[in-house]
């Protein structure tokens, strides 16, 4: 059966109908959990995605480039806490057993302004980042071990966070801590991470940008670059 979350469900059934030659078949049929509209921000979690490693060559003293690729699995998780294990994490099928690859990807609340050191943990590589900038680097293969980031002063607020991190063989787990103003070293706990904010993106700050509003013409003007988007 595939990976299931929230309400999913999936079930076999035998077909009735005759096929040819006389065998019969099987049916796969699965129920989708309840769609609901809702803000990222209000969502607590992190995006994971999943990515199968099998036949992707890379330098295993680095990272799996992730860039372009599509996730053969994701969901939304409430934090990043995996014991380290031989076999999948639960929701997890085989292909996520041994070379694999998982970026987590959301926004993390400081609660307080003050000095904030970070800890990950993993089997094999991983990287931290926040706010864009690389904090943790724990590259290559080896069994599971902890890297602690500076001590770096960060204001109160909210800051997007990316984690990568890889398996290449054996057990696998990750694990992401901290210890600031008030709080002991220790898990960061579901309720300082979201999926999303209430941010409205600026024109500035896009790639691209046209507006949809123009009356008439054959050609997408890109205000940005002067690019020709056609």
């Known amino acids: 059966s595939p990976p299931l979350t929230g309400q999913e469900s999936f079930e076999w059934s035998r077909q009735t109908i005759v ?17 609901s509209i809702g803000s990222g921000a209000s969502m607590n979690g992190l995006l994971a995605e999943y990515f199968d490693n099998a036949g992707v060559s890379f330098n295993s003293n680095l990272m799996p480039v992730l860039d372009h690729r599509e996730p053969d699995f994701y969901r939304i998780e409430p934090s990043i806490n995996q014991a380290d294990s031989s076999n999948p994490w639960a929701g ?83 694990s992401l801590r901290w210890n600031g103003p008030n709080i002991s070293k220790a898990l960061i706990a579901n309720q300082y991470f979201t999926v999303g904010t209430d941010d409205i993106v600026q024109s500035n700050a896009l790639i691209h940008h046209w507006s949809f509003d123009e009356g008439n013409g054959i050609s997408i003007a890109d205000s940005v670059s002067g690019n020709n988007l056609t």
């Open 19 to 35: 096929k040819r030659n006389g065998n019969a078949a099987l049916q796969g049929s699965l129920s989708s959990d309840i769609c």
């Open 92 to 174: 997890l099928d085989n292909r996520f057993k041994d070379y694999f690859s998982v970026r987590y990807t959301g926004y993390l609340t400081i609660p307080e302004d003050g000095n904030w050191t970070f800890h990950l943990g993993s089997d094999d590589g991983s990287v931290l980042w926040i706010d864009e900038v690389e904090v943790i680097d724990n590259r290559g293969v080896h069994g599971f071990s902890e890297v602690s980031s500076n001590s770096t002063w960060y204001e109160q607020g909210v800051y997007p966070i990316r984690v990568e991190m890889f398996e290449w063989g054996g057990s696998a787990g990750v």
